[in-house]
């Protein structure tokens, strides 16, 4: 199984930008992969995906549309979320996950296994 390990978080005042990095443990060009966070007390939420190869798609939740970007290096098994114009009720835990399914990492998230440790993002007034 692979496994994932997201960083890049920090501190940062509003309208700062950061730009978080997901290492794979092994190859991930057949899987789409995603980004999601997590407030304090509540429940995990979808961020951004991009699909699987080399299409490319992605797509991002209305909360940060505009102001992020997700790509993949596919020879270094890293996805990547660019996120600009903070604000801070973007402070959380931001995770990554990878699965065959575009429609699980969008849709079903929820429902997957094995989360990294997640890298935290604070954002400042």
């Known amino acids: 199984q692979v496994q994932l390990v997201e960083s890049g978080g920090g501190s940062v005042q509003t309208g700062g930008s950061l730009t978080l990095s997901c290492v794979a443990s092994?190859?991930?060009?057949?899987?789409?992969a995603g980004w999601f966070r997590q407030f304090p007390g509540k429940e995990r939420e979808f961020v951004a995906s991009?699909?699987?190869?080399?299409?490319?798609?992605?797509y991002y939740a209305d909360s940060v549309k505009g102001r992020c970007t997700v790509s993949r290096f596919h020879s270094k098994n890293t996805v990547y979320l660019k996120m600009n114009n903070l604000k801070p009720e973007d402070t959380a835990v931001y995770y990554c996950h990878a699965d065959p399914q575009l429609h699980n990492i969008i849709e079903e998230f929820r429902h997957l296994r094995s989360w990294g440790l997640g890298t935290q993002v604070t954002v400042s007034s």
């Open positions: 092994g190859a991930i060009d057949a899987y789409a």
């Open positions: 991009i699909s699987r190869y080399s299409g490319g798609s992605t």
